[in-house]
């Protein structure tokens, strides 16, 4: 399926099982707001992984950037992850996915990185769902950094543009890069009917 086709697909899954409008929300970041996407009933729709996992690939491609790893904050980032991972193998090179915690493994290694036997040097990007503020790809950011990761990107599947990309380019010298932005779902809800989808 040509990528524009597979964007406009994902996007009809996004606005038809996320993209809720008319509500009192609070956000991750502690804001209230009248639209709240919920990410994961996407993410973690059969349907829809296979067409995450090749619109990121292609992202990453467009960014001319050769990471060995994609990953962030769990959860929303983790099947985002798995799906780029997966599909890689039908799109080499082949990369690996990993796990940021939010705290240490309390046992074993105590490690806040899972998946990669040495993140030491891995040139890695990362992930994440909907940014709102920045926090959560923040955490991520740091984590990897603090593991000895090489952090070449940073691409989430939702920008509210609610101020994560100037806090990353802020505090961290990354861009934000998107697949969709949350003005694009509204758009898409407002305007046209959302495709059907397989429940």
């Known amino acids: 399926m040509p990528l524009d086709d597979e964007r406009s697909r994902l996007k009809d899954i996004l606005v038809t099982k996320s993209f809720l409008a008319g509500g009192d929300f609070t956000l991750a970041s502690g804001a209230k707001s009248s639209e709240y996407v919920d990410g994961k009933l996407t993410t ?14 292609r ?57 990669v036997e040495d993140p030491r040097g891995c040139q890695v990007v990362i992930i994440d769902d909907v940014c709102t503020k920045g926090g959560s790809t923040g955490q991520a950011i740091e984590k990897a950094q603090e ?36 003005d694009e779902l509204r758009n898409q809800a407002r305007h046209a009917a959302p495709l059907a989808i397989e429940a």
């Open 44 to 57: 973690c729709f059969a349907h829809a992984m296979p067409l995450i996992g090749r619109v990121f690939l």
């Open 59 to 115: 992202k990453i491609r467009e960014l001319n950037w050769e990471p060995r790893a994609v990953g962030g904050l769990t959860v929303g980032a983790d099947p985002i992850a798995f799906a780029i991972a997966r599909e890689s193998l039908d799109m080499p090179p082949a990369i690996n996915s990993f796990i940021v915690r939010k705290t240490p493994k309390d046992h074993g290694r105590h490690k806040f990185i899972e998946g």
């Open 147 to 182: 593991a000895g990761m090489r952090v070449v990107g940073v691409v989430c599947l939702v920008d509210r543009e609610q101020g994560a990309a100037e806090y990353l380019q802020r505090q961290f010298g990354y861009r934000l890069h998107h697949v969709f932005t949350l």
